[in-house]
């Protein structure tokens, strides 16, 4: 694969997914040293892979935003493809809006997977491995071997900067805290009540790790997730918890995550964004399958029950929510303290 070609990759909008395609956009980057290549994303994922050395981040689509944001992210994507110019665009997500953007932006060869909404619009379309039995790093990894480019790394790494530590530093202040003198949780999931264990389990958990640890419960998660991390400072008896829901960008919340003393999370972008840092984490599966999602770290667990209608990848739980009740706090505590090595 000659060394001075220039890419383009239509990355995840998601944090979470855009965590585990670094692996595979490390590779294209390094391939393409002598060139440039063009990250298309949302401004999270943008904002993400953006580290990666010989990027150039280009926020054109926003998760979620419906037909008319789709057709305005494929004028803004086609048109910057237009400007940059590439031979080779790969696109790392199954969706419509994608495959019309590489086309659209006239790129000579538009690699894909099959079985993608708009695939005929692809030049290449490359196999995809089996859902729900190859982790999607794996995923990811498989579609920029096909075209040739070696990836000899499966697990997210991701080191903070000094604006990173910095951000994380003045929001500890502002509350008092210290590094190491605290545990994160994310009581949220963007994509539903499904992903979710119940605020009051939450709860009790907080409890236990501000009475039996001696830390600080931290609570996090984005905007829309205000609701449910109220919720759980709420169903928290000890006092000795700060919620910080909604007031982080990405510098500032890998600033917080990089001076923790572990976290806990639901199977959302938090999650892979500190295992990717290499903290302890303890990840909680319901809907999903950690075979599919799960953190992938040295010091990450996941807790996943395997009930007989999981994984179902349902929004909201049709069966009275028996697998987000499968998991107890007890369990969790042990977990936690285990990846974290802390004292029960």
Same mark, same amino acid.
Request: proline residues 6%; glycine residues 12%; contains cysteine.
């Given at each position: 694969?000659p060394?001075?070609l220039t890419?383009a990759v ?14 595979a956009l490390?590779?294209?980057a390094?391939c ?5 290549v063009l990250v298309l994303?949302s401004?999270?994922s ?8 010989g990027?150039l981040?280009?926020a054109?689509?926003?998760?979620g935003g419906?037909l008319?944001e ?5 004028a ?5 493809l237009r400007e940059?110019?590439p ?7 199954v969706?419509?809006? #994608?495959?019309a953007? !590489?086309y659209a +932006?006239?790129?000579?060869r538009?690699?894909?997977?099959q079985? %993608?909404?708009g695939?005929l &619009?692809y ?6 491995p089996?859902?729900?039995s ?10 920029v071997q ?8 499966r ?6 900067t000094e604006?990173?530590l910095?951000?994380?530093?003045d929001?500890?202040g ?6 190491? #003198?605290?545990?994160c !949780?994310?009581? +949220?999931a963007?994509?539903g009540?499904a992903?979710?264990w119940p %605020?009051?389990?939450f709860? &009790? ?5 501000a009475?039996?640890f001696g830390?600080t419960?931290?609570?996090l998660g ?14 928290m008896?000890e ?8 007031r ?11 001076f923790?003393g572990g ?12 295992a ?6 303890v ?7 950690p075979?599919?999602t ?12 395997g009930?007989?209608c999981?994984p179902c990848?349902?929004?909201d ?7 987000t ?5 007890q369990e969790?505590?042990?977990t ?5 090595r802390?004292?029960?």
């Amino acid at each position: 694969m000659p060394k001075e070609l220039t890419f383009a990759v239509k990355a995840p909008n998601w944090l979470g997914d855009a965590v585990m395609a670094l692996p595979a956009l490390s590779s294209v980057a390094a391939c393409s040293r002598r060139g440039r290549v063009l990250v298309l994303g949302s401004d999270v994922s943008a904002g993400l892979l953006s580290r990666i050395e010989g990027t150039l981040p280009y926020a054109v689509t926003r998760p979620g935003g419906g037909l008319l944001e789709s057709a305005r992210a494929i004028a803004r994507g086609s048109r910057a493809l237009r400007e940059f110019g590439p031979v080779m665009a790969l696109s790392l997500t199954v969706s419509f809006t #994608s495959a019309a953007m !590489l086309y659209a +932006g006239r790129v000579p060869r538009r690699i894909g997977f099959q079985d %993608a909404a708009g695939a005929l &619009l692809y030049t290449d379309r490359v196999r995809r491995p089996p859902r729900r039995s190859t982790h999607l790093i794996d995923t990811f990894n498989a579609l920029v071997q096909s075209i040739g480019i070696p990836v000899d790394n499966r697990i997210p790494h991701l080191a903070p900067t000094e604006t990173d530590l910095g951000a994380g530093r003045d929001l500890l202040g502002a509350e008092g805290l210290g590094p190491d #003198s605290y545990i994160c !949780l994310f009581p +949220g999931a963007r994509y539903g009540p499904a992903k979710m264990w119940p %605020a009051r389990r939450f709860g &009790l958990l907080g409890d236990m790790i501000a009475g039996k640890f001696g830390r600080t419960v931290v609570l996090l998660g984005g905007r829309q997730e205000r609701s449910a991390c109220e919720a759980v400072r709420q169903q928290m008896s000890e006092q000795d918890v700060v919620n910080l829901c909604g007031r982080t960008d990405l510098s500032s919340l890998i600033g917080l995550l990089w001076f923790s003393g572990g976290v806990v999370s639901n199977d959302s972008g938090g999650m892979h964004l500190a295992a990717a840092l290499g903290k302890p984490v303890v990840g909680l599966f319901f809907s999903t399958d950690p075979a599919w999602t799960g953190p992938v770290s040295d010091s990450s667990a996941a807790i996943y029950k395997g009930m007989d209608c999981s994984p179902c990848f349902e929004r909201d739980c049709r069966k009275g929510n028996i697998c987000t009740e499968s998991i107890g706090e007890q369990e969790v505590m042990e977990t936690l303290a285990r990846v974290a090595r802390l004292r029960v």
